[in-house]
């Protein structure tokens, strides 16, 4: 075989195994983000649970918390509920030193814990029910 | 401080991942570039290195710009749609370059400088749209707009459209013409994700019964989108356009079980479909010979069957490790063997030259983009966005997947492009407008503080 052959055949070899390889190196990328969202610590503070709800989110939705997570109508809101009753910055709840607090931002229905309605920023523990209009929603403790 | 701290100047982020697969791009090509001058002049040159570096050079240029933007966005898409683009400037530099040939002035460009410019278009597009588009408040507020735009765009070729290969898809503007079913794509994937997030809950609990368990979505809910389909799937018909129809109903529908997870609604999807399109054989002529050459391309091998055939014969002769690049498609009497093979059958021609092997490697170039597709709409923050993301990906996975099977005669052939790899002016930039968005509403978010580490020394720094 003469020499021009083999190179043409080495180098054609070459691109295919670059392509395999490019390949093998966006897999390896892209195990590592799914093991990364595995691991991610988003939710670690804790989740919003959402029980009952006539509109969105549906119940059943979970939403990892963070230290400052807004809730309302406004689609800026970190919690967008869709419910008629909410008010467009309707509540927010923030994590401060060991503990969750909600706090209502002046909504036109008021934000019940528990069935009480918030005055202040109150406390809020894992297991109680915020309820925003006809969306009730239970904090739960974060997976660590 | 630096004016990298300064309100308004965003913080450089360095791309480390995306930077080490666009040298692994870089090197792919360039081997592809040396194996088609090896095998072309018989010595060790480069084809056109101008081309390859001034594509190279673009594709550092936007991760460039995406670093000083300072988003965290995607950082797998850019090199993926880069070696799929860079193998698709390969195919035209291999090909004659008296396929197209457009003047500019008193410049005369063939081919491969034709696909570098809209390459290189298409990867401006995307960094623009990648690196200013924020929201998508613009996009989902407008949906009823943007789908009236959209077909207006379409009635609008079709009144005032030229013929090309006797389908009217072509509107010309001034010296450049394009096909503006195309930008249909995505404005259709922006009205279902809207339209489907809005009723998403309607749809899956409010339930008709029709007989039995069989039970469908009330039809008041389901007939803004059954006109909207119609409407479009009627014009593309007429129009001829069927590649364009199997992909707006393969994405609807995909949409559709997306949002809400029935899969008795896909099934009747694909039902209705295969009735139509029986339907649609029955009537119209066009369809009925797209389905007899299909089936038995050998009944009229010079003529319409031909296509298919010089097709399947490159496959055949590509085998498993192809032919390599330049050493493949002989013409026959002067002329190409495949017609349009630029535009509807460079899976031929890159599957005669690198075989099934480099089918098989272009094909999970695919597979990635919509894989990274998917996790983008699985980590939006709401369905909207998410129906969007996995839709702007799925329009270019499904594609992919129509017109490779088409090359393959597993389907009807329908004449669609290969996303980034086809020629086509339009195609390419609306091609680039998805990557943009995708990048852009893959966006993490600004990066958290580092967690504060407890100080080693009591008396430390300020504070």
């Known amino acids: ?144 | 401080m630096t004016a990298a701290t300064l309100p308004g100047f965003p913080r450089p982020i360095v791309r480390r991942r995306e930077l080490g697969l666009l040298l692994a791009v870089a090197a792919a090509l360039a081997l592809g570039n040396l194996s088609l001058g090896l095998t072309r002049a018989g010595s060790l040159t480069v084809v056109d290195p101008a081309g390859l570096l001034i594509y190279l050079g673009a594709l550092v240029a936007v991760h460039l710009a995406l670093v000083t933007a300072g988003r965290r966005v995607d950082e797998v898409l850019l090199p993926t749609v880069g070696l799929l683009g860079g193998i698709g400037l390969l195919l035209a530099e291999r090909l004659p370059q008296d396929l197209v040939v457009q003047r500019v002035g008193s410049t005369v460009l063939g081919l491969a400088s034709l696909q570098l410019v809209w390459l290189i278009l298409a990867l401006v597009i995307a960094a623009v749209v990648a690196i200013t588009v924020r929201s998508d408040r613009w996009l989902r507020l407008y949906k009823y707009t943007w789908a009236a735009a959209g077909l207006g765009l379409l009635a609008l070729t079709f009144v005032l459209g030229t013929d090309v290969n006797g389908t009217r898809l072509t509107l010309d503007f001034g010296p450049v013409s394009g096909q503006p079913s195309e930008l249909l794509k995505v404005i259709l994937v922006v009205f279902f994700a809207a339209y489907l997030a809005e009723n998403r809950v309607l749809l899956a609990d409010a339930r008709v019964r029709v007989v039995g368990r069989l039970t469908v979505p009330p039809a008041p809910y389901l007939l803004p989108a059954g006109l909207m389909l119609a409407l479009a799937l009627g014009i593309v018909v007429i129009q001829k356009d069927l590649g364009a129809a199997l992909l707006f109903y393969a994405v609807f529908l995909c949409l559709f079980y997306l949002a809400t997870g029935s899969k008795v609604d896909v099934a009747l999807g694909i039902g209705l479909f295969l009735v139509g399109f029986v339907l649609l054989a029955l009537v119209f002529p066009h369809v009925r010979d797209r389905v007899a050459t299909w089936l038995d391309p050998w009944s009229d091998p010079l003529g319409t069957g031909f296509q298919t055939i010089q097709a399947l014969h490159a496959f055949a002769r590509g085998g498993l490790l192809g032919t390599g690049l330049g050493a493949g498609l002989p013409t026959i009497g002067g002329q190409l063997p495949i017609p349009a093979v630029h535009t509807d059958f460079p899976l031929a021609a890159l599957g005669e030259e690198l075989g099934m092997a480099g089918v098989l490697a272009i094909l999970g170039c695919y597979l990635v983009v919509v894989a990274r597709g998917l996790r983008i709409a699985a980590a939006a923050a709401d369905d909207v966005r998410a129906l969007l993301c996995a839709g702007l990906a799925l329009v270019i996975g499904v594609q992919a997947a129509i017109i490779a099977a088409g090359n393959l005669k597993l389907i009807p052939l329908t004449g669609i492009t290969l996303p980034f790899i086809s020629y086509g002016g339009s195609s390419l930039l609306v091609n680039g407008l998805i990557v943009g968005l995708l990048l852009a509403f893959s966006d993490r978010g600004p990066l958290p503080p580092r967690e504060p580490r407890r100080a080693r020394r009591p008396a430390g720094g300020p504070g």
Not at chain 1, 36 to 63: C, E, K, M, N, Q
Not at chain 1, 101 to 106: C, R
């Open chain 1, 1 to 144: 075989m003469d020499p021009l052959t083999l190179a043409v055949w080495a180098i054609r070899l070459a691109f295919l195994a670059s392509l395999y390889l490019f390949l093998a190196l966006v897999v390896r990328a892209l195990l590592r983000d799914i093991r990364a969202a595995s691991r991610d610590p988003a939710g670690a503070l804790g989740r919003l649970v959402v029980i009952a709800s006539a509109s969105l989110p549906t119940a059943g939705s979970v939403f990892p918390l963070d230290a400052v997570t807004t809730l309302g109508r406004d689609l800026g809101s970190s919690v967008v509920l869709d419910d008629p009753f909410s008010s467009a910055r309707h509540a927010v709840l923030t994590y401060r030193g060991r503990g969750w607090y909600v706090e209502d931002l002046g909504s036109t229905n008021g934000t019940l814990v528990n069935g009480v309605p918030v005055a202040g920023a109150l406390p809020l523990g894992f297991g109680d029910e915020l309820q925003i209009g006809d969306v009730r929603m239970r904090l739960e403790r974060g997976l660590r």
